[in-house]
């Protein structure tokens, strides 16, 4: 079994900059994929971005160049840095990890843009 903590959510206003942190605990295998998904009321959860153990990204277009994702792997961490975000931008972000056929999820934080 695998647990993912995250932290860093809360609210910003809008051009404000957070930072998720997710940490990884339990039977983790060497090639996993941790990442980042959101899910706005009313809407599909949905990927923000992911990192291989290889270095490959995923990141979605609405948050390319304002959002960062970074890991390491020593640590079993993930990172996500947010830069000028924006009210669209407001949802639960979840940490993800996926090894061979499993997917884990963490609990989620909020993030919330608003003036």
């Known amino acids: 079994q695998v647990q993912l903590v995250e932290s860093g959510g809360g609210l910003v206003q809008p051009g404000g900059s957070l930072r998720l942190s997710c940490v990884a605990s339990?039977?983790?295998?060497?090639?996993?994929?941790m990442g980042w998904y959101r899910q706005a009321p009313g809407k599909q959860r949905e990927l923000v971005a992911d990192?291989?153990?290889?270095?490959?990204?995923n990141v979605a277009d609405s948050v390319k160049g304002r959002f960062t994702i970074s890991r390491d792997i020593a640590k079993n961490t993930v990172n996500l840095q947010m830069n000028n975000l924006k009210p669209d931008d407001t949802a639960v972000y979840y940490c993800n990890l996926r090894q061979l056929s499993s997917v884990y999820w963490g609990q989620g934080t909020q993030v919330t843009v608003s003036s």
């Open positions: 339990g039977s983790i295998f060497a090639l996993v994929t």
């Open positions: 990192l291989t153990t290889g270095g490959r990204t």
